[in-house]
């Protein structure tokens, strides 16, 4: 099986206008159509996705390791709609305009924001993380989603301190532990492993702050919401996902004004891999 998850053909680090390091890859045609990728959770700008399709879709993949992750540095006490301001230098420095923008698992609040503030002119949420923290999830929600809702809640600088010791093999082992096996077909290929394991090494570099806040963030209320987003959008869900999302996205699509719903067949949380080409060529159709 194909999975698209070649090494970046580009790497590089803008210095941001407060002095801060944004580290960024990019794949496929440097004057085609642009996309920015929002990665899951603790995931480094190094794991794409379909990049064996971009040459032939006209498409450039542009990824960035969010603040405290991978290359990019810290930016204590940021926020969702931060990341989005440097979303848009980022895109201001490649001159790649306003992007289409992907969010996968927890990139989906981010992406989100991207789409909210004006950063995306289109919006793919692939397997995306719901907001668990919604008075309208709280009676679906299973131990652990509730468990860190409740702990973000209550102290989110305790919480963060917790989610920070997990780790690149703890959380290897927290996504396979009760992946599909339509899932762990894919994890446990050769090259999809090497190539998430080591983005998880990256997303986890330094002390682990950076995917803290991320889940911190993506735990509590959305700063901005959903119902902000006016750009055409696009939900994409794989129905064996019990994972991302206690309803598979219904309400989370519902949410954005517009928002077409794919609950796929057959499917679980790798839908970013294993749809690839879908998820690309129905964003290509978004005027």
Same mark, same amino acid.
């Given at each position: 099986?194909? #999975?698209?998850?070649?090494?970046?053909?580009?790497?590089? &680090?803008?210095?941001?206008?407060?002095?801060?390091?944004?580290?960024?890859?990019?794949?496929?045609?440097?004057?085609?159509?642009?996309? #920015?990728?929002?990665?899951?959770?603790?995931?480094?700008?190094?794991?794409?996705?379909?990049?064996?399709?971009?040459?032939?879709?006209?498409?450039?993949?542009?990824?960035?390791?969010?603040?405290?992750?991978?290359?990019?540095?810290?930016?204590?006490?940021?926020?969702?709609?931060?990341?989005?301001?440097?979303?848009?230098?980022?895109?201001?420095?490649?001159?790649?305009?306003?992007?289409?923008?992907?969010?996968?698992?927890?990139?989906?609040?981010?992406?989100?924001?991207?789409?909210?503030?004006?950063?995306?002119? &289109?919006?793919?949420?692939?397997?995306?993380?719901?907001?668990?923290?919604?008075?309208?999830?709280?009676?679906?929600?299973?131990?652990?989603?509730? &468990?860190?809702? !409740?702990?973000?809640?209550?102290?989110?600088?305790?919480?963060?301190?917790?989610?920070?010791?997990?780790?690149?093999?703890?959380?290897?082992?927290?996504?396979?532990?009760?992946?599909?096996?339509?899932?762990? &077909?894919?994890?446990?290929?050769?090259?999809?492993?090497?190539?998430?394991?080591?983005?998880?090494?990256?997303?986890?570099?330094?002390?682990?702050?950076?995917?803290?806040?991320?889940?911190?963030?993506?735990?509590?209320?959305?700063?901005?919401?959903?119902?902000?987003?006016?750009?055409?959008? !696009?939900?994409?869900?794989?129905?064996?996902?019990?994972?991302?999302?206690?309803?598979?996205?219904?309400?989370?699509?519902?949410?954005?004004?517009?928002?077409?719903?794919?609950?796929?067949?057959?499917?679980?949380?790798?839908?970013?891999?294993?749809?690839?080409?879908?998820?690309?060529?129905?964003?290509?159709?978004?005027?």
């Amino acid at each position: 099986m194909e #999975l698209g998850v070649d090494a970046p053909e580009h790497t590089g &680090a803008l210095t941001l206008p407060d002095g801060r390091t944004l580290a960024w890859s990019s794949w496929g045609d440097p004057g085609g159509t642009p996309v #920015l990728l929002c990665p899951g959770a603790a995931t480094g700008r190094s794991l794409g996705f379909g990049t064996h399709l971009l040459a032939g879709l006209g498409v450039h993949l542009v990824s960035a390791d969010r603040p405290g992750l991978g290359g990019s540095d810290p930016a204590p006490g940021r926020t969702a709609a931060d990341f989005a301001a440097d979303a848009r230098a980022l895109a201001d420095h490649l001159g790649i305009g306003r992007p289409a923008v992907v969010g996968n698992s927890q990139g989906a609040p981010f992406a989100l924001a991207c789409a909210a503030t004006g950063a995306a002119r &289109a919006l793919a949420l692939v397997s995306p993380a719901d907001e668990i923290a919604h008075p309208a999830l709280a009676d679906l929600l299973d131990p652990g989603a509730r &468990a860190l809702r !409740d702990a973000v809640a209550a102290d989110p600088e305790h919480a963060g301190r917790d989610l920070a010791a997990l780790g690149p093999d703890g959380m290897w082992d927290l996504v396979t532990a009760h992946a599909p096996d339509r899932d762990a &077909a894919v994890y446990r290929t050769p090259v999809f492993e090497a190539a998430y394991r080591r983005a998880l090494a990256e997303g986890f570099a330094g002390d682990g702050a950076g995917y803290a806040r991320d889940t911190v963030l993506a735990s509590g209320r959305w700063d901005p919401a959903p119902e902000r987003v006016a750009v055409p959008t !696009d939900v994409w869900y794989g129905e064996l996902d019990t994972f991302h999302s206690p309803d598979r996205a219904g309400l989370l699509a519902r949410r954005v004004p517009g928002a077409r719903r794919h609950l796929l067949p057959g499917e679980g949380g790798s839908l970013l891999w294993t749809r690839a080409g879908d998820v690309l060529r129905t964003l290509l159709a978004r005027p």
